[in-house]
């Protein structure tokens, strides 16, 4: 036991001196121990032999060092155990510094950046990385003999000892300057600096990086991005972009022109802080939404409200882009204006609506059964309705022209809110020359606003405030070359502008209407042909001459009952015979002749040249001569 004691103690005092410590209070703690024990011994055994108090004495010695001793050795080996955990976790310790200066020292010499370490106090350089002073075309030597004074050399543009109290106070942003490398060549860097303290110990780290190209980069992006800039204003769609909250971000001049709002007052805001109506602004909402859910590209038709033409039809084409990890940031997006498109389309639906029903009138008009109607007033008031319903006119009329075509007077006046009309207006030619004089030139007058039209302008007092009547469409009507009339159509309320096919259409309507007096009037002139025909043959067949027609090659193509009694037989048919005698115009002589009963006997023949059905033909006058004769 003592010699393991000894030993634990040899070992504890080699290593420790905190043990020594230890077994000197012990050593005294027992001395004072044994001193009270052979005192309080002879307070209670005052009268104990002398054999007996040693016996005692060595008894208790003996026991008091055993268990002493068993003290001592737990606490020895607590404190060596105390001893080998510290040991173990100082060991760790020092790996662990030993590590993390070798990563320290990895990353201070593969750095990116040029670092230098100097020492405050002394200015001396403490430490740098294989970059710094290689950048700068020193070497390792070299640079170890560098302190801040001659470092400040290279960095003129810079104080660093200015810098040195600014970063006392605060840490500053980074400078771009210029580096002077040992060639003289200057470089541009990204210069900083900082300073930390270990252990009373002030020390300034330098790092700088090259940014010669980093600053070409930089003046590349600036111009891309001020190209593209130009690109965009040049562009004369509405172009603009929002991050994923849905607000704007940029706009191009077209958007901020388009919209009417200045870019302070969109940049920055949501489509519900641009004074957009709710409902719109809403649908602008969920379809980004809708995009952002789904990214990609996307289209649809929308309106939008600018502040300077109204609410517009537009065509939205959109599209998400990604940051520099791929995330989705936000959208860009394209207007196209679609309101004229749309107004086109509308008007273009309308015009061809227009022609269809123009068509189906006129298809209607070209039935045979229409144009050869026997009354020709209803089939005028048919057309002028059909244009006024087809072509939505309030006023249509069809004027004519007296036989002196001094005179214009309205013979027929349709309008839509009061169905047809007895009007007794007459235009004199000589009041109103410009329209007239037109008129004559013109296949049509198409004044939009007639009462600043110098072609109609003259109406206006007399017949179109009146009226109420704003546009005019005037097309003449023509029968064999000479103007009899006019199809008036009158617009009343907002100006009009007629249509080429709304002009086409009337003026075919005034064709009908030329044809349909044209037919008119040949069947008034074959109607008085007939009637003087049939006049003529009952003229022929009651008088007692023979009257015979032949054509120029002496054909009879006409002849009555009494030419057939006196030049005839019961065998011969009179008409389509030939004259057997001359012909000529005023001829006069005598032939014989044979009649039906036949008897012979002298007739009197007189010729007279005359039209036929519009051919040169001779007639024949034949008188039986007298007996007393």
Same mark, same amino acid.
């Given at each position: 036991?003592?010699?393991?004691?000894?030993?634990?103690?040899?070992?504890?005092?080699?290593?420790?001196?905190?043990?020594?410590?230890?077994?000197?209070?012990?050593?005294?703690?027992?001395?004072?121990?044994?001193?009270?024990?052979?005192? #309080? @011994?002879?307070? =209670?055994?005052? &009268? /104990?032999?002398?054999?007996? $108090?040693? !016996?005692?004495?060595?008894?208790?010695?003996?026991?008091?060092?055993?268990?002493?001793?068993?003290?001592?050795?737990?606490?020895?080996?607590?404190?060596?155990?105390?001893?080998?955990?510290?040991?173990?976790?100082?060991?760790?310790?020092?790996?662990?510094?030993?590590?993390?200066?070798?990563?320290?020292?990895?990353?201070?010499?593969?750095?990116?950046?040029?670092?230098?370490?100097?020492?405050?106090?002394?200015?001396?350089?403490?430490?740098?990385?294989?970059?710094?002073?290689?950048?700068?075309?020193?070497?390792?030597?070299?640079?170890?003999?560098?302190?801040?004074?001659?470092?400040?050399?290279?960095?003129?543009?810079?104080?660093?000892?200015?810098?040195?109290?600014?970063?006392?106070?605060?840490?500053?942003?980074?400078?771009?300057?210029?580096?002077? #490398? @040992?060639?003289? =060549?200057?470089? &541009? /860097?990204?210069?900083?600096? $900082?300073? !930390?303290?270990?252990?009373?110990?002030?020390?300034?780290?330098?790092?700088?990086?090259?940014?010669?190209?980093?600053?070409?980069?930089?003046?590349?992006?600036?111009?891309?991005?001020?190209?593209?800039?130009?690109?965009?204003?040049?562009?004369?769609?509405?172009?603009?972009?929002?991050?994923?909250?849905?607000?704007?971000?940029?706009?191009?001049?077209?958007?901020?022109?388009?919209?009417?709002?200045?870019?302070?007052?969109?940049?920055?805001?949501?489509?519900?802080?641009?004074?957009?109506?709710?409902?719109?602004?809403?649908?602008?909402?969920?379809?980004?939404?809708?995009?952002?859910?789904?990214?990609?590209?996307?289209?649809?038709?929308?309106?939008?409200?600018?502040?300077?033409?109204?609410?517009?039809?537009?065509?939205?084409?959109?599209?998400?882009? #990604?940051?520099?990890?791929?995330?989705?940031?936000?959208?860009?997006?394209?207007?196209?204006?679609?309101?004229?498109?749309?107004?086109?389309?509308?008007?273009?639906?309308?015009?061809?609506?227009?022609?269809?029903?123009?068509?189906?009138?006129?298809?209607?008009?070209?039935?045979?059964?229409?144009?050869?109607?026997?009354?020709?007033?209803?089939?005028?008031?048919?057309?002028?309705?059909?244009?006024?319903?087809?072509?939505?006119?309030?006023?249509?009329?069809?004027?004519?022209?007296?036989?002196?075509?001094?005179?214009?007077?309205?013979?027929?006046?349709?309008?839509?809110?009061?169905?047809?009309?007895?009007?007794?207006?007459?235009?004199?030619?000589?009041?109103?020359?410009?329209?007239?004089?037109?008129?004559?030139?013109?296949?049509?007058?198409?004044?939009?606003?007639?009462?600043?039209?110098?072609?109609?302008?003259?109406?206006?007092?007399?017949?179109?405030?009146?009226?109420?009547?704003?546009?005019?469409?005037?097309?003449?009507?023509?029968?064999?070359?000479?103007?009899?009339?006019?199809?008036?159509?009158?617009?009343?309320?907002?100006?009009?502008?007629?249509?080429?096919?709304?002009?086409?259409?009337?003026?075919?309507?005034?064709?009908?209407?030329?044809?349909?007096?044209?037919?008119?009037?040949?069947?008034?002139?074959?109607?008085?042909?007939?009637?003087?025909?049939?006049?003529?043959?009952?003229?022929?067949?009651?008088?007692?001459?023979?009257?015979?027609?032949?054509?120029?090659?002496?054909?009879?193509?006409?002849?009555?009952?009494?030419?057939?009694?006196?030049?005839?037989?019961?065998?011969?048919?009179?008409?389509?015979?030939?004259?057997?005698?001359?012909?000529?115009?005023?001829?006069?002589?005598?032939?014989?002749?044979?009649?039906?009963?036949?008897?012979?006997?002298?007739?009197?023949?007189?010729?007279?040249?005359?039209?036929?059905?519009?051919?040169?033909?001779?007639?024949?006058?034949?008188?039986?001569?007298?007996?007393?004769?």
């Amino acid at each position: 036991m003592p010699k393991r004691i000894l030993s634990k103690i040899f070992l504890v005092l080699g290593y420790r001196k905190e043990y020594f410590h230890i077994l000197i209070k012990v050593f005294f703690a027992l001395i004072f121990i044994m001193i009270a024990f052979e005192w #309080t @011994k002879d307070i =209670i055994f005052p &009268n /104990i032999k002398l054999f007996w $108090s040693h !016996f005692i004495t060595v008894i208790f010695t003996a026991v008091n060092g055993t268990i002493i001793s068993y003290l001592v050795l737990a606490n020895l080996d607590y404190l060596n155990f105390r001893i080998k955990r510290k040991y173990e976790s100082s060991k760790k310790l020092e790996d662990a510094l030993r590590d993390s200066e070798e990563r320290y020292k990895l990353i201070f010499n593969n750095s990116v950046e040029c670092l230098v370490i100097f020492d405050i106090e002394t200015g001396k350089i403490v430490d740098f990385n294989t970059l710094s002073h290689e950048s700068l075309s020193f070497t390792v030597n070299e640079f170890l003999e560098f302190n801040i004074e001659k470092f400040q050399k290279l960095v003129p543009s810079l104080q660093i000892n200015q810098l040195i109290d600014k970063n006392n106070n605060s840490k500053q942003p980074p400078i771009q300057t210029e580096i002077i #490398t @040992k060639t003289g =060549i200057k470089r &541009n /860097i990204i210069f900083k600096s $900082s300073i !930390f303290n270990i252990r009373d110990n002030s020390f300034l780290i330098i790092i700088w990086r090259d940014a010669t190209e980093a600053i070409q980069d930089h003046k590349n992006l600036i111009e891309t991005n001020k190209m593209l800039s130009t690109l965009l204003d040049t562009l004369p769609l509405p172009v603009f972009y929002k991050d994923k909250e849905g607000k704007y971000i940029g706009c191009n001049k077209s958007f901020i022109d388009f919209l009417g709002i200045s870019k302070e007052k969109i940049i920055g805001k949501s489509v519900f802080e641009l004074g957009i109506p709710q409902d719109i602004a809403k649908k602008y909402f969920e379809k980004d939404n809708e995009l952002f859910n789904n990214p990609g590209k996307q289209e649809y038709k929308w309106k939008i409200k600018t502040q300077n033409s109204g609410i517009r039809d537009v065509i939205f084409y959109k599209s998400t882009f #990604t940051d520099f990890y791929g995330r989705i940031s936000g959208l860009i997006g394209i207007i196209v204006d679609i309101t004229e498109q749309n107004a086109i389309q509308e008007k273009n639906d309308k015009i061809r609506h227009s022609i269809i029903k123009q068509n189906r009138a006129l298809f209607k008009w070209m039935n045979p059964e229409f144009i050869y109607c026997e009354n020709q007033a209803d089939a005028f008031k048919n057309i002028i309705e059909t244009i006024s319903r087809v072509l939505d006119i309030e006023r249509v009329g069809i004027w004519i022209f007296n036989e002196s075509s001094s005179l214009l007077y309205c013979a027929h006046m349709f309008t839509r809110k009061e169905g047809w009309q007895t009007v007794k207006h007459e235009l004199s030619v000589n009041s109103f020359c410009a329209y007239f004089n037109a008129i004559k030139k013109e296949r049509v007058i198409a004044a939009d606003d007639a009462r600043t039209d110098p072609r109609t302008k003259d109406f206006t007092e007399a017949y179109l405030i009146p009226n109420n009547i704003v546009s005019m469409m005037d097309v003449p009507i023509f029968l064999k070359d000479k103007n009899v009339g006019i199809i008036c159509n009158e617009h009343v309320g907002k100006l009009r502008k007629w249509t080429h096919e709304e002009q086409n259409f009337v003026m075919s309507a005034a064709n009908l209407v030329s044809m349909i007096m044209e037919i008119s009037k040949r069947r008034i002139t074959e109607k008085e042909l007939e009637n003087a025909k049939n006049d003529f043959e009952t003229l022929t067949e009651n008088i007692e001459e023979g009257i015979i027609v032949c054509d120029q090659s002496a054909k009879i193509i006409y002849t009555n009952t009494c030419a057939e009694n006196y030049i005839g037989s019961p065998d011969f048919i009179l008409l389509g015979s030939h004259f057997k005698h001359n012909l000529g115009d005023n001829l006069k002589y005598q032939i014989s002749i044979t009649d039906r009963n036949a008897k012979r006997t002298k007739a009197n023949v007189q010729i007279k040249q005359i039209l036929w059905k519009e051919k040169t033909a001779f007639l024949v006058a034949i008188s039986p001569v007298s007996p007393s004769k």
